[in-house]
């Protein structure tokens, strides 16, 4: 027997929602937790909820989020487990359910390059990952559209979001972020990535930033949205 296989038989995989067995080792999780999760159908919606809290931003081709987020939601323990879990798979998967399932919906055309939103250096070697990342990675490998995470970069270490009220969001995110060679992404359309949105805060800081990727204009993926 292959180690894998063995390993599997020993440690069976365990969905990272409701802790049941699931029959593919390499899912994170299960057929169940997957079809109840609370999709927001934005792919199929103009000016969706998303896309009017970025209404006022300018060079916004389309915004949209997978999954409502709310206090109590399936999707609130699998942000957990991405972000504190060590489940960096949690966020794979799911993205690339999104991205098959936004795809019909033309959402990813014209998109030439995926950029996460970074974590600082520091935060990154205590996590050992960037979930938003992960979830970039997932939209590339099913969509084909190249990811990239060397221009746009965390240059401040802030608190995090989720201990902050709404003004103190905005605050904690303003002038965080700083870009490297922008000129290799002039006249692009990029797709920036989140985790979750809530405020908007951190992508409206990440887009001021971007503005020096000049000529270029800009599309909005989360993996949830507060509704």
Sequence with gaps: MMLDSLLSVLFPSRCALCGRFVEDEKSAICADCISTLPRTEQASLPQNSTEQLFRDMPHILSAGAFLFYDHDSMLRRAVHQMK???RPDVAYQ???????EFM??????GIDVIVPV??????????????????ARGLSEVTGIPMDTTHLLRAVNNPKQALLQSKQRADNVSHIFAVSHPEELYHKHILLVDDIITTGSTIRSCLQTMTAFRGSCFSIFALGKAR
């Design 94 to 100: 799911l993205s690339r359910l999104a991205a098959k």
């Design 104 to 109: 019909p919906f033309e959402f990813f055309d």
């Design 84 to 86: 504190y879990g060590e």
């Design 118 to 135: 970074p974590l600082h250096p520091k935060r990154f070697r205590e996590r050992g990952y960037n979930q938003s990342e992960w979830i």
